[in-house]
């Protein structure tokens, strides 16, 4: 059965296992601040889960490859940022997309990367619902499991994605995970 970007339970990926190996060397080398070595990899594996439909999990890829390449001053956050953005506004994520554009300004203005920055605030600053409140945190503590389902990761409030106030993505393997009450 087709992975379902709509259904938050589907636990298909169009990820094969080598991509998913490499995914999860793009989230080490994230976490031992190698952000060169892993914006690439997002980036590459974001394509290859925008060609396999799965629109929802490519714009987390596409953000993730964004910051990481910001973060080691890379021009390309900017494609990566237009990537992510158009996707999630698309999807009708805003709240995702907001938190997103205000953490990758953040970030390119912490890098001294202000013309990147203006040229995503003057393409996307309009779109981007920016007084949105975030999401907050007890409703972000709502029965999030203690790992993964999928790849048994340690699942916290720093490596998930938040796609709404019941629904949670593994920063690991980008398996949704839908929370209740």
């Known amino acids: 059965m087709p992975y379902d970007s709509s259904d938050p339970t589907a636990k298909e990926s169009a990820l094969q296992p080598s991509e998913q190996r490499r995914l999860e060397e793009a989230n080490y080398f994230l976490e031992n601040n190698k952000p060169a070595q892993a914006a690439p990899i997002f980036a590459k594996l974001a394509e290859v889960l925008k060609s396999a439909k799965q629109p929802k999990r490519a714009a ?4 993730k490859a964004a910051l990481a390449f910001a973060r080691s001053r890379n021009e390309a956050a900017l494609m990566q940022a237009r990537a992510a953005l158009s996707l999630l506004l698309q999807y009708k994520l805003d709240q995702q997309a907001s938190v997103f554009y205000n953490e990758l300004m953040h970030e390119l203005n912490k890098r001294g990367m202000k013309s ?4 995503l605030a003057n393409e996307f600053s309009a779109k981007i619902l920016q007084s949105t ?4 945190h007890t409703a972000q503590r709502k029965n999030l499991p203690r790992s993964c389902p999928s790849c048994g990761a340690p699942l916290g409030q720093d490596n998930v994605t938040w796609v709404d106030t019941d629904t949670a993505e593994c920063g690991f393997c980008n398996t949704p995970i839908h929370t209740s009450a």
């Open 60 to 63: 987390n890829l596409h953000l």
């Open 116 to 119: 990147t920055g203006d040229m």
């Open 133 to 136: 409140p975030p999401i907050s």
